[in-house]
């Protein structure tokens, strides 16, 4: 069962938290969730399109939206400091602007915070962007992956599980590689697993990257 359903989603409310907070009628509900998913996605595409990332990680773990009445609140949580730090203000406001702009935001005072998290290797993303860094600059996908299970094992975590899938390494018949250190209790609702799914395109097609890690 724990191999069947997203990691995430099997353990909401015991060790999984919503990261949407507001409540709307039933006539105005998927209108909600259209509108997180556009805010969402407009933040990840305006920070992947400035070519001031460094080393081209997005960093962005998660984004959590709070609504009222009159107040939309966003919060962003990164791993590393990016455009959204270096120049905070300025970026912010300029960031506050265009998305304003994009969403047609008129009576609706929208608030962008930032928050850093402190062990960002503990994140499944921060480690999924990692590999995919490395494989685009053609390093065996073995080195990479036990490169980055000693970052995250240095965070003190119990458990990472990674695999790979597609041509890897460029073979000519598609594949899944995966390894496991510690444990990774997938069956058990009460443990803390953080769960991440990564799409990279390579010269020979794309390649799937999943994460467990047991914190």
């Known amino acids: 069962m724990g191999q ?6 099997f353990r909401l409310v015991t060790t999984q938290v919503y990261h949407s907070f507001w409540f709307a009628k039933p006539k105005y509900f998927y209108m909600n969730i259209q509108e997180d998913v556009r805010i969402r996605k407009y933040i990840k595409d305006y920070v ?4 001031r990332i460094s080393l081209y990680l997005e960093s962005i ?3 959590g939206i709070k609504k009222k009445i009159s107040i939309i609140k966003v919060i962003i949580y990164i791993g590393f400091p990016n455009l959204l730090i270096e120049g905070q203000e300025q970026d912010l406001n300029r960031l506050k602007m265009s998305l304003k702009r994009e969403l047609i935001y008129i009576n609706n005072q929208l608030n962008i915070l930032i928050k850093r998290i402190e062990k960002p290797y503990e994140q499944p993303l921060i480690i999924a962007e990692y590999i995919a860094l490395q494989l685009k600059d053609r390093v065996s996908f073995r080195k990479s992956i036990k490169k980055a299970i000693e970052l995250t094992e240095k ?5 990472i599980q ?3 899938s597609g041509r890897i390494d ?5 594949r899944v590689e995966w390894i496991r250190e510690g444990k990774v209790p997938l069956q058990r609702i009460d443990a803390k697993i953080d769960y991440c799914s990564h799409t990279i395109i390579t010269n020979h097609g794309l390649l799937g990257i999943k994460i467990w890690i047991y914190k």
Request: proline share 4%; no cysteine; aromatic share 0%.
């Open 155 to 159: 965070t003190g975590v119990k458990g």
């Open 61 to 63: 773990i998660h984004i």
């Open 48 to 51: 992947r399109k400035d070519k």
């Open 4 to 9: 069947r359903i997203n990691p995430l989603g």
């Open 162 to 164: 990674v695999k790979i």
């Open 170 to 174: 460029g073979k000519e018949i598609a």
